[in-house]
């Protein structure tokens, strides 16, 4: 199986900044069997939703509400993606959790971070 850790959340001012990393580990197997993985996010009360997956071809997508304010990238040597927040709004409150699709298919998910944009 393949363990996710994110970290990088906290408290931030609207219009700051923050970068979240996912470091995935694991059996070489299971890593290189990684096909996409992605950030979702939480608001209370709110479902789960997409914020941003990028592919082992590094093949990006992202929701509408963060295009032009985030950027998902991935260290490959580094088993770890990042995602980069700017211009950040109170309504980008949530918990950020990590995913990683692996070929079976199996889904993994880390544990979640708080992102909490203050107005």
């Known amino acids: 199986q393949v363990q996710l850790v994110e970290s990088g959340g906290g408290l931030v001012q609207a219009g700051g900044s923050l970068r979240l990393s996912c470091a995935a580990s694991?059996?070489?197997?299971?890593?290189?069997?990684?096909?996409?993985m992605g950030w979702y996010r939480q608001a209370p009360g709110k479902q789960r939703e997409l914020v941003a997956t990028i592919t082992r071809g590094d093949s990006t997508d992202y929701a509408d509400s963060v295009k032009g304010r985030f950027t998902i990238s991935r260290d490959s040597g580094k088993n770890t993606v990042y995602l980069q927040m700017d211009s950040l709004k109170p309504e980008d409150t949530a918990v950020y959790f990590c995913?990683?699709?692996?070929?079976?298919?199996?889904?993994?998910w880390g544990q979640g971070t708080q992102v909490t944009v203050s107005s």
């Open positions: 694991g059996s070489i197997l299971n890593i290189n069997s990684i096909t996409r």
């Open positions: 995913n990683a699709l692996m070929l079976g298919p199996r889904l993994t």
